[in-house]
């Protein structure tokens, strides 16, 4: 971990971890990392010696909820999935990263928004308000008035190019 967090060419980590011998000495270089790059995390060996309803089992549940827990407190991606693999690469491929705990919805339908919207309340993500400058120039692009509410609805006939004059809007919005 101390290799990647310094190493100029690594832009971004995906870690597959099966065991962690040294729980302190991980999760230290493992927020250490963080801080510096974007880093997903998949946990392997979850179904390993389980058994329904035994002791062991139970362990093991717990056991990785602690895990997950201690992975997100670094500031690390906690994915649990392969599919989800894929999509964290492809958005961090992009390089952003996230400055605060405030997030712009962007959609081209006001359900698939508000479901978004409904999720991230949930996990205790604030949405974020835009500014009546920002208000403004996203009307100036917009076929109809846009009111402003959370999610942006951009409209089911949005192009890319809406999608990122939108984006761009509200990255540039304090």
């Known amino acids: 971990l101390d290799f990647l967090t310094y190493d100029t060419a690594t832009q971004a ?3 597959q971890v099966q065991n962690v011998h040294d729980g302190r000495r991980f999760i230290s270089g493992l927020r250490a990392l963080a801080r510096e790059k974007p880093v997903v995390v998949i946990k392997s060996g979850l ?3 389980h ?5 062991l ?3 093991l549940i717990d056991s990785h909820k602690v895990f997950r827990s201690a992975i997100e407190r670094t500031g690390a991606l906690y994915i649990n999935t392969i599919s989800e693999i894929f999509t ?8 952003f990263r996230v400055m605060d705990r405030r997030l712009a919805i962007i959609s081209n339908g006001i359900g698939v928004g508000t479901l978004a919207k409904d999720r991230a309340l949930k996990l205790g993500v604030e949405v974020a308000s835009l500014t009546e400058e920002t208000v403004n120039q ?8 846009y009111l402003p509410k959370e999610p942006i609805d951009l409209l089911d006939d949005a192009p890319p190019v809406r999608f990122r004059h939108a984006a761009q809007l509200c990255i540039e919005d304090k």
Not at 51 to 55: A, R, T, V
Not at 138 to 145: A, C, E, G, K
């Open 13 to 15: 980590v995906l870690l």
């Open 47 to 49: 179904s390993e010696n």
């Open 51 to 55: 058994i329904e309803g035994s002791c």
């Open 57 to 59: 089992g139970s362990k």
């Open 88 to 95: 964290s690469i492809n958005a961090l491929s992009n390089n």
């Open 138 to 145: 996203l009307n100036n692009n917009l076929p109809v008035p």
